[in-house]
């Protein structure tokens, strides 16, 4: 038996709103707040959390950008040839998108999503490696750095493995009672609302048998820690998407060439243009203007969501839809999908969600970068009280303020 065991289990997905319809795990993690997400997908929010630090900082937002000198796709150009009623094929993607990974040697998340192979060549991928491990941040360090840095012994998930595979490797673990920190990750609620929106019953039946691995999770963890600090929370929400717009139909009526005036990738709630004369910026920028459903991000605004990059590495300018439009088709997926997130923070659904069991949660975790913040806080407290260290004393004070992290 050990003293403490912080578990903060990652449910992709399982925004505010979302529990405000239901009591999830309320019985075992009854303090609950909403969190601030990060504007960007997964990509951009999953890092923000493990580094404590905002994209224009950790430059991890989105996946793909213009930049055709570092193009690792060059290759798959020859693929233009096949007639797009295979590779627009989404199994077809997915295959390739996994022989392309492990021939390009990406650690992180991968997918080709619907980018055409004819523009393939113009665009770098920016999560060549895994933000769950040490040295995975594109930009300074995250959680497992700092975790190795003081040989804090630690379980993360393995991504790729599935949510029940992870949960036995937990478990395994913690009955070993060598950890003293336990990221788990579970990627499903996200993919399933995806498909079905935020409003089906297969939701509430996702999030009953969450509950019931919980359960299980705890009571192995109770039967080998004293004391365990359990924290459920996401990065973000979900909105119905009711609203499509072919704004890929309007940029082409213009007359542009794609990789010859400008450059685009059409994310599927959100665009964003490179471009390469001043004809066509003045042309696209104008057009942008009159789409109802968006709006073009200023510099300002990107700076106070804390995506704002100097270098204009992911888009010289970015346009937001409104939160319940989606972009159809994108470079995302050909088709609509039912819901989506990647909205603008502020929107009703993007918030994200924190439960804890823990009543004394400082006020100022309010976003989700600040769950670093206390993933710290614990690993340090736990470390040090699990080896009987005399400095216990001081990680425990409340004043102490985690550097540079
Ligand atoms: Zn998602």
Known sequence: MKPILPLFVFIDACGWEIIQQDPFVRDVAPHRRPLTSVFGYSSACIPSILSGRYPGEHRNWSYFVYDPKRSPFRKLRALQWIPAALTGRRRVRRWLSKYV????????????????????????????????????????????????????PYHVSQPTAGEEPNLTALLKDIRQEEIDFAFLYWPELDGLMHRVGNNSKEVPAKLRSYEEKIARL??????????????????????????????????????????????????????RFWFFNDQAERAITECLEEVPEGEILSDAELKQLGTFFPDRYFGELIFLLQEGTLIVPSHMGERPIRAMHGFHPDAPHSYAALMTNQPDVPAEISAIPDMFKLMIRDATLAHAVNRGSKSAVTATSPQREPANY
């Open 101 to 152: 990974k492990m021939r390009l040697k990406f650690k992180g998340y991968f997918d080709l999503y619907n980018i055409p192979f004819r523009y393939i060549s113009l665009f770098d991928f920016t999560e060549k490696k895994s933000p769950l491990q040490p040295g995975g941040m594109n930009e300074g360090p995250n959680i497992f750095d700092f975790l190795q840095e003081r040989a804090i």
């Open 218 to 271: 705890m009571a192995v963890a109770r039967e080998h820690y004293e004391e365990v600090r359990l924290y459920v929370f996401s990065d973000h929400g979900m909105a119905n998407c009711d609203q499509h717009l072919d704004l890929r139909s309007r940029i082409d009526a213009l007359g542009f060439k794609m990789g010859e005036d400008y450059a685009v990738v059409y994310d599927s709630t959100m665009a």
